[in-house]
């Protein structure tokens, strides 16, 4: 039985082509969204309201965030060679994203089409603190489909 809304700690990355279980291993995945972009058009002697016409529509890039991965990540081998590549040497790939219950069962699941990295950052090191090092991955897709 599924209880709704379901909670958002149990999910699955994956990336097409890039197999090690190491490169599916995220503590947080955001950015999946979308936003209709509107022009303003004022009517000649219409004073009451504005008309808000639709023009495009963009897509939030896709944010992954994990404890900084092995050199031989194919995953950080993927994002080194679109940095050094240039624009060039970009090879899309589609990403799933799966949100899972208990079970390890796919509750929701969304595909991200013709995605390539545009940011890999390390976060801070502080000897003060007690924590993960961790390493983002920042996606930009041509578009996203929900499968389920």
Not at 52 to 79: F, Q, Y
Not at 119 to 124: D, M, P
Request: proline share 3%; net charge negative; aromatic share 10%.
């Amino acid at each position: 039985m599924v209880t709704y809304p379901p909670s958002a700690f149990h999910f699955r990355v994956s990336f097409a082509g890039i197999r090690t279980s190491e490169d599916a291993s995220f503590q947080e995945v955001s950015g999946i969204g979308t936003k209709i972009e509107t022009e303003e058009v004022r009517e000649g002697g219409e004073n009451a309201f504005v008309h808000m016409l639709p023009k495009k529509v963009t897509h939030t890039n896709l944010v992954l965030k994990r404890g900084i991965a092995s050199i031989d990540s194919e995953l950080v081998t993927w994002c080194q060679d679109t940095a050094v590549g240039g624009l060039f040497d970009i090879r899309p790939k589609l990403v799933h994203v799966h949100l899972l219950d208990a079970k390890q069962t796919t509750l929701h699941g969304w595909t991200f089409a013709n995605a390539y990295p545009v940011r890999w950052e390390l976060g801070a090191f502080n000897s003060q603190e007690n924590k993960v090092a961790v390493e983002t991955i920042e996606l930009a897709y041509a578009y996203w489909m929900r499968e389920i």
